[in-house]
């Protein structure tokens, strides 16, 4: 089984920064993509910036110019700075990799549970 754990959610005042990072663990042979999504209350998920192994990224418009995710191949792990944060930005962000478990040959996406983001306008 594979496990993903993400950290450094809470609140923060509108223009403030906050980091987010999470971990993967378990019967891991390879990541593929590894991303950050987010559910606003009332709004469906969406992606908000994903990276391959090879460190290419994505981002949603919303968030372009201000968030910026980042990985460490070697410890599984996947970050989002959050810089210039908006109250619509408010959302329970979810971490996800594409796993390639060991003993299998095709990459399944695992979710975290999420953490909390709140900016207080």
């Known amino acids: 089984q594979v496990q993903l754990v993400e950290s450094g959610g809470g609140l923060v005042q509108a223009g403030g920064s906050l980091r987010l990072s999470c971990v993967a663990s378990?019967?891991?042979?390879?990541?593929?993509?590894m991303g950050w999504y987010r559910r606003a209350p009332g709004k469906q998920r969406e992606l908000v910036a994903s990276?391959?192994?090879?460190?290419?990224?994505n981002y949603s418009d919303s968030v372009k110019g201000r968030f910026a995710v980042s990985r460490d191949n070697a410890k599984n792990t996947v970050s989002l700075e959050m810089n210039g944060l908006k109250p619509e930005d408010a959302a329970v962000y979810f971490c996800q990799s594409q796993v390639v478990a060991e003993g299998t040959v095709a990459g399944r996406p695992f979710w975290g549970r999420g953490t909390q983001v709140t900016v207080a306008s």
């Open positions: 378990g019967n891991i042979f390879r990541i593929n993509s």
């Open positions: 990276i391959t192994s090879g460190g290419v990224t």
